[in-house]
């Protein structure tokens, strides 16, 4: 008999495939780092940073408030502490690069 596929199988077929493609965008972003690193601060200081502090602005400003109006209502509290995350890795990204220059 054949048996049909529970969901089971395809969360841990879901899982192992986001697995891989994690590990491909961390390895693409270190070979990329590398990359830049290789181009020079100055480089990094010149073209890259002035569209991180871009990004830095826009999370502070706008994606910050929002996620907080957002945590006040318990059914949108998850979308309101996805935002305050994504937006700390923007700020940590721009102190990291502030430190780097």
């Known amino acids: 008999m054949h048996e ?11 899982a192992g495939l986001g697995g891989c493609l994690l590990y491909l965008i961390v390895a693409f972003g270190v070979l990329t780092l ?13 073209n890259i940073y002035p569209w991180v502090m871009l990004a830095t602005a826009i ?12 945590s006040i209502f318990r059914k949108s509290r998850g979308v309101g502490s996805v935002g305050l995350l994504l937006s700390s890795y923007v ?3 721009n102190l990291w690069m502030w430190s780097l220059i």
Do not use: H, Y
């Open 59 to 70: 999370a502070l400003i706008v994606v910050v408030p929002i996620s907080l109006l957002l």
């Open 34 to 46: 590398f990359g830049v690193l290789l181009r020079g601060v100055g480089w990094i200081a010149e």
């Open 91 to 93: 700020v940590g990204l």
């Open 4 to 14: 049909q596929p529970t969901s089971s199988n395809w969360k841990d077929a879901a």
